[in-house]
């Protein structure tokens, strides 16, 4: 297998998954919140990007406070570290649930909600990667956070 620059699909895929688990959080949770509160398709995938951001930027930060850096250090290396690989996520994962029929306005108890939800989410994922395993490659992404990982 041809490694880019150094990065390896398995750093890149570990990366991805970290990534995928705080959209996936902020994702859900901002379509619960959305129906909840009945708001309209386009506010509640504003609210569920916002979420997927918030929760991505946190779970990187929770890791790297460990490692011993301050607050507003450990939120610059989150910046940098997860921007480029949420916006992507974020990107795909809303434009799958926007084109599919009926499933912004499928409710939380629909089978079809939900189905897309997980498709989206798995196609976002497939499509980050490389983007990911790219910026890791090159020392970008959560090559930050990992160098934070070996000081601790």
């Known amino acids: 297998m041809n490694e880019q620059h150094g990065a390896s699909w398995a750093t890149a895929i570990q990366a991805t998954l970290h990534c995928l688990t705080g959209c996936a959080i902020g994702e859900v949770l901002g379509m619960v919140l959305g129906t909840a509160f009945g708001l309209h398709n386009a506010a509640t995938v504003v609210l569920s990007i916002a979420l997927a951001f918030v929760f991505g930027y946190a779970l990187t930060m929770r890791g790297v406070l460990k490692s011993g850096l301050g607050v507003a250090a450990a939120f610059k290396v989150a910046l940098a570290a997860d921007t480029v690989s949420i916006a992507v996520m974020e990107l795909i994962d809303n434009t799958v649930i926007v084109v599919i029929p009926g499933a912004m306005d499928a409710g939380l108890a629909s089978v079809l909600f939900w189905l897309t939800l997980a498709l989206s989410?798995?196609?976002?994922?497939?499509?980050?990667?490389?983007?990911?395993?790219?910026?890791?490659?090159?020392?970008?992404?959560?090559?930050k956070v990992h160098a934070h990982h070996q000081h601790h």
């Open 121 to 143: 989410l798995a196609v976002a994922f497939v499509v980050t990667v490389p983007v990911n395993r790219w910026m890791i490659g090159r020392g970008l992404g959560h090559a």
